[in-house]
């Protein structure tokens, strides 16, 4: 059995992140100041934005461990996130290696963003930057396309 301890939102390791009064900053968690994320890590946060705006996340640095061969690549360490409120919201992407991906947007005001960290191996980690913004005109309304004339 693998026993895995997490710090919790307190220090820095999930919890809720309100986006209504202007941007906030999401980082790796460096206990020791050492330059790399601690190992053993399950961090997760829920980003929540007024209602009537979308969450958009940029990555600011990203270099996650990531297990790569000639015909294969894996994450070993990988950040998750999740269109919702929550880890069964569907998911955007899991992302690991030393270039993040571009700017997400939400499709609603929730966002859900998890961290994972194995045992071994840590890298530099990530600093992400999540803002509401208004969205993209149209996105929210549903069109429905007929052959009527």
Same mark, same amino acid.
């Given at each position: ?84 409120? %929550?880890?069964? /919201? ?11 991906? +571009?700017?997400?947007? =939400?499709?609603? $005001? ?8 194995? %045992?071994?191996? /840590? ?11 208004? +969205?993209?005109?149209? =996105?929210?309304? $549903? ?7």
């Amino acid at each position: 059995a693998v026993s895995r301890f997490t710090y919790g939102a307190s220090s820095g390791c999930g919890g809720l992140v309100n986006v209504t009064d202007g941007s906030k900053t999401v980082s790796s968690l460096d206990v020791n100041g050492d330059g790399r994320y601690e190992p053993d890590l399950n961090c997760h946060w829920t980003v929540v934005a007024p209602e009537a705006k979308i969450i958009k996340l940029r990555f600011t640095s990203f270099d996650l461990e990531l297990r790569q061969n000639d015909t294969h690549q894996s994450c070993w360490d990988y950040v998750e996130v999740r269109n919702g409120e %929550g880890p069964f /919201s569907p998911q955007v992407g899991i992302f690991c290696g030393n270039t993040g991906p +571009p700017d997400i947007l =939400s499709q609603s $005001a929730f966002l859900w963003f998890k961290f994972f960290s194995d %045992g071994t191996n /840590s890298s530099a980690g990530f600093s992400a930057v999540f803002s509401a913004e208004d +969205p993209i005109c149209g =996105s929210h309304v $549903a069109i429905n396309a007929t052959n009527e004339t």
